[in-house]
Structure formats: C-alpha cells, structure tokens
C-alpha cells in the first residue's frame, strides 16, 4: 500500500575477487613494459595507499610509474603534514595523479598559503581529503585570488574555509569575469548587500554561470513580484540558475498534474523558491501521501510549499500516520493542520501529541505506536 515509502539501491560496482586480481597480474605479458608499469602500480596503490583492488585498478588508468621514488615522497608529503592514512587514501583514490606531482612546487607551496591563513591542520587536512582537486588548481590564478576576495567579503580567513568546504569548485572560476559581475547586477537590483554576502556564503557557486543568463534570470524572479529586499530574491535566482528550460516546465506540469493552478504554482515559488528544485519524483510522493492517503486538499498543500522539503521517511509520513491513528482512535480534541502536525520540532510535535497525556501507561503505547510508523516510513517491519 505504501510501496513510495522504500527504495532498493544499490551501492558500488560488483567487487573484484582477489583470486581474480591475482590472476590478472600473473596473466600479464612480461615482456609488456606498460603491463609490468601497471602491475606495480596497481600493487603500490594497495599497499602503500591503501586502496582496494578495484579502486587501485582503476586508480592505475590515470597514472603510472615503474618506481616507488615519486610517489613515496608524495606519500611522506601527506604524512608529515598531518593527513592519515584514509585521508591519503581518499586523496589517491579521487586524484591518482597527485602521486606524479612535484612535492615542491605543486603541493607544498598551496599547502603553505593556507597555513599562512591561520587554518588548523585538523581543517586543512579534511578540505583537501574531501576536494584534492584543490591541490591541481594553480595557487597564483585561482586559488589566491578566490580565497582573499571570500576573506574580504567575509572579513573572516575561517569563513572563506568554510565557503571552500561547501563548494571547492568556486575555485576553477574567474571571480573578475564571474562572481563580481554578478553581485554588481545583484546590486543594481536592489538587493542588500548582506543578502549577497548571506548568498555566496550558502551557495557560492550560484554567481559562478554566465553574467548574461545571470542578469536573465534576476529579471525573470522581478517580474514575478519578488521582493530584492528579501532574501527569497536570492533563492529564487539561484533556484532558476540550476535548472533549464525543458525542466522547469516539466515541474510545472507534475504540480499541474498534483492538483494545482498555474497561479498557485507561481505563489508558491515566490513563497518558497526550492519548491521547484524538488525532483519530480518527491514532488509525486509528497502530494500522493498528503492528498491520497492523508486526504488534504492539492490547493491547501499549495499555500503551505515547505511542506515539499519535509523528509518523506523522518516527518511526513511517520507523524502523519500516526496522527491519522490517533483521530481513528478518538484521540484527538481537534482537527491537525499542517503546522501543529509537520511545522514543529521533534520534542514539541511529541509534546502536543504524545505527552499531553497523562497516563504513564498511555504515553508508553503511544511512543511505541509512533516508532512504528518512524520503522515503517523508514522500510523497516512496524
């Protein structure tokens, strides 16, 4: 009955058996150069680096070597600066070809600036575990530049970090032909510059497209009536910035196709911009579960969008079904809205639901009644 409450997915490719592995390597033409190079490699990459075979083996396709002198030092470059022994792994296994690179003018050099930043070798170590493609941009055209124009911004060395954590790929664009022309078309339009500043420290690569599709699209948000001054100015900029055409209508036709107006569609993203960066898919489960099986009416759902970025399995499904219970039950004094229902925090939603019980024994059965529901959204045997 409530088959969109669980999804099978499957993770990663089919592993490779060792026997396998082996086999392949023994398998190899010794008198091939290019076989034996990638034996080795494929090998020092387990070993050394700590990849599995899989990953090592497709690891050895970007990069290769007869020796371990290179990458060694590449290693005990890691090692000496504080990464451990997974975070060199991750780095590998993400950008093999950082083991070919030159300790001295690739790696230290970038490293360098941001210790000269202040940046603890806890934070440095887990940005570039996390975005070692950081280590391939060049220090004097990107990397400086970018970060110094966040830390200004920001008057913050932390927050520019912080900014990079979120979103490293800021750094592979030009600020003077991006970002600054794109806060200055923000600017002319009204908006504050605490929201600019608000926005590129949330989603710092919303200024990273095009400067005319850019300015197309804040003409696009004034035109439907939003207010520069508001910071939903932005999050309907940024919403159309990640999305074509073809898409936005197609979700506008699955909310048609969900009950609601064209005039309703376009209140409710001027409410709640991300109203429209849903995937069609949790659009059709969100209103299917309210509209179907919790019988609330498609336009009344439509003046309350944030309903649409509530997680399925963890709010809305297990409260509702367990609110739904409670009236079959005669639990209930009075009609739940949305608000009192999915608006709240977790304490305060058991509180009003739960607690306001006074029998011990009550409150018990409802709790277990309603970590049914959380076992059952979440596909698990209620």
């Not at 949790?282 to 509209?291: E, P």
């Amino acid at each position: 009955m409530f088959c969109f409450l669980s999804k099978s997915f499957l993770h990663g490719r089919r592993p490779i058996k060792i026997q396998a592995f082996k086999s392949h390597i023994l398998q190899t033409n010794p008198f091939s150069t290019t076989s034996k190079q990638q034996s080795f490699t494929v090998s020092y990459l387990i070993k050394t680096c700590g990849l599995s075979p899989e990953s090592a083996l497709s690891a050895s396709k970007h990069v290769s070597f007869e020796t371990p002198n290179q990458p060694d030092s590449v290693i005990a470059f890691f090692k000496s600066h504080g990464f451990s022994k997974p975070q060199i792994a991750a780095i590998i296994g993400k950008t093999p070809r950082l083991l070919s690179a030159s300790v001295e003018k690739t790696l230290l050099p970038k490293i360098t600036f941001f210790n000269s930043k202040g940046i603890s070798t806890s934070d440095l170590t887990k940005l570039l575990s996390r975005n070692p493609s950081i280590l391939k941009i060049s220090l004097e055209k990107k990397i400086v530049p970018c970060f110094n124009f966040l830390s200004n911004l920001f008057q913050s060395d932390h927050d520019a970090l912080q900014v990079l954590n979120l979103q490293s790929r800021v750094l592979q664009y030009d600020f003077d032909s991006y970002v600054l022309p794109n806060r200055n078309v923000l600017r002319q339009n009204g908006v504050p510059e605490v929201n600019i500043v608000k926005g590129l420290r949330r989603a710092p690569t919303s200024f990273c497209i095009a400067p005319v599709v850019f300015k197309e699209n804040v003409e696009k948000v004034k035109k439907m009536g939003i207010n520069p001054e508001r910071f939903t100015f932005f999050r309907a900029v940024y919403v159309l910035g990640t999305m074509s055409k073809p898409t936005w209508e197609n979700k506008f036709d699955v909310y048609k196709n969900c009950g609601w107006s064209e005039k309703e569609i376009l209140k409710a993203f001027k409410c709640y911009p991300y109203v429209m960066s849903f995937s069609e898919d949790k659009i059709k489960a969100v209103m299917d579960f309210l509209v179907n099986v919790m019988g609330f009416q498609a336009s009344s759902i439509a003046k309350q969008p944030l309903l649409l970025g509530f997680s399925m399995e963890k709010r809305l499904v297990p409260r509702g079904l367990f609110v739904k219970e409670l009236g079959s039950m005669g639990l209930l004094e009075k009609e739940s809205g949305f608000k009192s229902m999915f608006g709240v925090s977790e304490e305060l939603f058991l509180k009003r639901f739960v607690y306001c019980y006074k029998e011990e024994e009550k409150v018990s059965e409802l709790l277990k009644l309603y970590n049914e529901k959380l076992k059952l959204a979440a596909g698990g045997k209620a």
